[in-house]
């Protein structure tokens, strides 16, 4: 592990370089369903563009894992938050008129770089801080994303009163190049070779099915990751249809408003995660088991709360049901990486790229299903189907994941 010096050098470039990150990425998550919709008043458009997202993630994962394999360290982050900020140029450069068959290449490579980045940073933290700091250290990052989110989706509109689409991407440009610089001062301590006898492309994969015979509640959570996506879809899909439906004239900003309320409980849910640390002292199974049960029941929490969110007409309710979705989602992301850490460090990476693709792959279906569903449903019927599906795999597998532990 990272030697005790590098642990509070490390982790103030960490947490800074990741809220820069998802500032951005939420900045332009926002802009483009906002945009696109704007472009073509169509649902199944802004689907198109978030599945080129997911396609790009989807691409990703089956690389990340060679490419981190081959070049560990902090030049492959730089590089990917270099190559966001090429592909929001692109939108810049190119006039406006040929915006709408550009913005799937360019939601296809912004994807591409955000699976690379979370892939690259979450599997490499145990070689950048001590294994007692790795919950904190955590809990710290989804705290700071959170903060990420909350600024980027409130800037998303807030930049539009004052300038215009292409202020906003170049300013999403910025964040990024900003981003790649805190990334490289970043201190690694690989503790075993790296770079030596990699697996070929089956082998590695082999290696973690394998692997995760050995783990049945581990292969329990990548499932519910993957279902969660459908959930996840529908409701990202439907938000600015959602939003425009309850401020026809300001529907950015009801989603800015939304989203940052969001982030706001995820902070509190990923705060809260971090006061469990203190309690779990060095007995790794201890840990795992409790993240394990830590993510289902957050996973559940923020499915309802996201099929209340739409459910409302009135600002007030759906922001506090956006709340909890908020605090669920914080649980859940820190439980989900924490346990995937906890692994063996011959499938930790593969591990990463695997939950990464499941839920690129769910996220694609999910949204170019669930778009088209928006075209003859009202959004509230289409997120409680959608979110549905993950409400009651995580109650199966809490069932499941009980009598595991009983047995064993």
């Known amino acids: 592990m990272a030697s005790v010096d590098n642990t509070f050098y490390n982790s103030i470039f960490l947490v800074v ?57 902090a030049m492959p982050l730089a590089l990917t938050d270099m190559l966001r900020a090429g592909a929001l140029s692109l939108i810049i450069i190119i006039p406006q008129h040929n915006h709408l068959l550009i913005l799937p290449l360019v939601a296809f490579v912004l994807g591409f770089g955000n699976t690379i980045f979370s892939v690259g940073l979450n599997s490499q933290i145990p070689y950048l801080v001590k294994d007692n ?22 800037s998303a509109g807030v930049i539009l009163i004052y300038s215009s689409y292409s202020g906003l991407f170049g300013i999403n440009m910025v964040v990024y190049i900003v981003a ?22 089956i082998q590695e994969w082999r290696l973690l099915i394998q692997g995760l015979k050995g783990f049945p509640i581990l292969l329990l959570v990548l499932i519910v990751a993957l279902t969660d996506t459908l959930g996840s879809a529908a409701h990202s899909v439907g938000l600015p249809i959602f939003s425009k439906i309850i401020n026809d004239q300001e529907p950015e900003k ?99 790229s695997l939950l990464r693709m499941m839920q690129s792959v769910g996220f694609a279906i999910g949204m170019l299903i669930s778009s088209f569903f928006f075209e003859f449903m009202f959004p509230a019927y289409v997120v409680l189907i959608f979110h549905g599906v993950p409400l009651v795999m995580t109650l199966v597998s809490l069932y499941k994941t009980y009598l595991y532990y009983k047995k064993n």
């Open 17 to 73: 370089a990741r809220f820069f990150s998802d500032f951005g990425a939420f900045l332009n998550m926002v802009a483009l369903s906002s945009y696109t919709y704007m472009l073509g008043q169509n649902a199944v458009l802004v689907g198109i563009v978030l599945t080129g997202r997911v396609l790009g993630g989807i691409t990703a994962s089956l690389g990340s894992t060679n490419i981190f394999r081959k070049y560990p360290g």
């Open 133 to 154: 700091s790795i919950i904190k250290i955590n809990s710290l990052l989804t705290s700071f994303s959170s903060l990420g989110t909350v600024l980027g989706s409130l």
């Open 180 to 201: 790649a610089f805190l990334i490289l001062p970043l201190r690694f301590n690989f503790n075993r070779y790296v770079g030596k006898n990699i697996p070929k492309f």
């Open 254 to 352: 009801i989603m800015g408003y939304i989203l940052a309320i969001w982030a706001i409980g995820k902070f509190m849910g990923a705060q809260f995660t971090n006061t469990l640390n203190r309690y779990l002292g060095t007995d790794l199974q201890k840990q795992i088991r409790l993240m394990e049960y830590i993510f289902f029941a957050s996973i559940a929490l923020m499915s309802l709360g996201f099929i209340a969110v739409f459910q409302f007409n009135h600002l007030l309710p759906i922001l506090i049901a956006a709340f909890f979705a908020g605090i669920g989602d914080g649980f859940a992301e820190v439980a989900v990486i924490t346990r995937v850490q906890k692994t063996d460090e011959t499938i930790r990476l593969p591990a990463f």
